[in-house]
């Protein structure tokens, strides 16, 4: 523990504490976090800096910042946003100044990419969170999620990837390995036992994983690469 030159006296159990040069304090804290949806928890370590109150604080762009007595660990700053875990293990999020706008009652929580975030609750429900503090939806049936990639986030159900959009729809069901952003406005590319496949989220069609690779996507049609050898298949886009 410590004791500061103010009289403060440290309430907390520190692992390998050292004085920074700016007299801020450097200690190691043991994070839990949810792993999987299998909700098993696993037991992280990380840097934490304090001041000499055992406040937490976080670098911003203009210095650093103190964050509330009751928050224990805190993630980078992301679009203003501070997602948090305070000493029950429970997660939550903050503003620069302080402000709670998401309560601290997940169990893991993603920082903040498009306005949006994905947290799970106690129960095991993955809520879909947006920057003003309201849960846009809950979504009882699946496990995880991705941060949202130009207006969609990989969600998850039994190890299975689909597409959900920022209002929580889901637009293309859970049956692949995984999906990946093209490059190209509203195409991501869908993988599945090791081939390739592409879905547009404007018109919705879907071509089935079945080709080697991707090559490029054109205006009206699309370069794919076959299993077997080198040879390049041109498709229709329709």
């Not at 999987?36 to 210095?63: A, H, M, P, Y």
């Not at 103190?66 to 928050?71: D, N």
């Not at 503003?95 to 799970?120: A, H, L, N, W």
Request: contains cysteine; hydrophobic residues 35%.
């Amino acid at each position: 523990g410590f004791i500061s030159p103010e009289g403060h006296v440290s309430k907390d159990i520190y692992a390998d504490m050292e004085i920074d040069v700016d007299g801020t304090l450097i200690t190691t804290r043991h994070i839990r976090f949810f792993i999987n949806e299998f909700n098993t928890k696993d037991v992280d370590f990380k840097k934490v800096r304090l001041n000499r109150n055992g406040s937490v604080l976080i670098q911003s762009d203009d210095g650093l910042i103190t964050l509330p007595p009751y928050i224990y660990f805190a993630q980078n700053i992301s679009e203003g946003i501070i997602c948090a875990q305070n000493s029950s293990g429970l997660w939550g999020a903050i503003t620069c100044s302080g402000k709670q706008i998401i309560p601290f009652e997940y169990i893991t929580i993603q920082d903040f990419k498009e306005g949006r975030s994905f947290g799970m609750d106690r129960n095991g429900k993955l809520h879909l969170l947006s920057s003003d503090g309201k849960i846009n939806k809950i979504l009882e049936s699946y496990t995880r999620a991705t941060p949202f990639v130009h207006g969609y986030a990989n969600i998850y159900q039994k190890q299975q990837c689909g597409l959900v959009d920022t209002a929580g729809e889901v637009i293309l069901e859970p049956n692949y390995t995984y999906i990946r952003y093209s490059g190209i406005p509203n195409s991501y590319i869908l993988i599945d036992d090791e081939k390739e496949g592409l879905f547009n989220v404007v018109t919705g069609t879907e071509i089935t994983p079945r080709y080697k690779r991707i090559v490029s996507i054109e205006n009206d049609y699309i370069l794919a690469e076959i299993p077997v050898g080198t040879k390049v298949q041109i498709i229709d886009k329709e």
